[in-house]
């Protein structure tokens, strides 16, 4: 049976839902600290506000928040400048993981980008999160070339809040 689903824009009242979400991309038994506070959550949206085309998404499930995503529409020199979108940020709450939420807010993301004429929707997962690989694997992505990471800041809150 398919959830039933609604999906907007997020804005910077749901700043402290989409900071407890964030925290549950990963096992807090294992020691990890909450990924962000609800001040710096505010922060980033209000620094995602400036871009124009990169936006965070709230899933809501019977009006209540389950899930979100951000969703980046850009082009690059290459492909003819055509569009393309990067999927990030991907978190469905743990209590309803499996209920196919995460494919629904997915295939959302995708009309979203298929509206706005992208080509493709890329996304990049932590080598850690095997079961959100074998999650997009089965929705239909395929894993395309090795994404590189190069640490250029020791200061993680690199976002200045004025």
């Known amino acids: 049976m398919k959830p039933s689903i609604s999906v907007r824009e997020a804005t910077l009242e749901d700043a402290e839902m989409l900071a407890r979400l964030m925290a549950e991309m990963d096992d807090p038994s294992k020691g ?3 990924f962000i ?3 710096r959550m505010r922060c ?3 620094s995602m506000a400036a871009q124009r085309f990169f936006r ?3 899933v809501l499930e019977n009006a ?8 980046m529409i850009f082009s690059s020199p290459a ?3 055509m569009p393309q979108a990067l999927l990030d940020a991907v978190v469905v709450t743990r209590m309803r993981r499996g209920a196919g939420i995460g494919e629904a807010m997915v295939k959302y993301a995708l009309e979203l980008a298929r509206a706005a004429g992208c080509y493709k929707m890329m996304l990049s997962s932590n080598l850690k999160r095997v079961a959100a690989h074998r999650f997009y694997e089965n929705i239909g ?3 395309h070339g090795i994404s590189f990471a190069l640490p250029i800041a020791e200061n993680s ?6």
């Open 44 to 46: 980033v949206l209000k």
């Open 32 to 34: 990890q600290i909450p």
């Open 79 to 81: 492909h003819q400048g």
């Open 141 to 143: 992505f395929e894993q």
């Open 157 to 162: 809150h690199a976002i200045s809040c004025i």
């Open 56 to 58: 965070v998404y709230l």
């Open 37 to 39: 506070d609800s001040d």
């Open 64 to 71: 209540l928040p389950v899930a979100s995503f951000s969703l």
